[in-house]
């Protein structure tokens, strides 16, 4: 599932977001599969919340 969001490609810390699939959070991410552009800048308000892991880093 995650494989398909755009920004991975952007970023090499992505191959982390597997681990997402244990956070309720990852739901949240299937909505981006509809959306190609601005979706998924509203979506990075839930990766914010994995930030805490340090898994994604976006700045």
Do not use: F, L
């Not at 599932?1 to 982390?16: A, P, Q």
């Not at 959306?35 to 509203?42: A, L, P």
């Not at 919340?49 to 340090?54: A, L, N, P, Q």
């Amino acid at each position: 599932m995650v494989k398909n969001y755009k920004v991975e490609k952007n970023y090499e810390v992505v191959k982390s977001y597997e681990v997402v699939k244990n956070y309720e959070v990852e739901k949240n991410y299937k909505v981006v599969k509809n959306y190609e552009v601005i979706k998924y800048y509203e979506v990075i308000k839930y990766y914010e919340v994995i930030k805490d892991y340090g898994i994604i880093k976006y700045y």
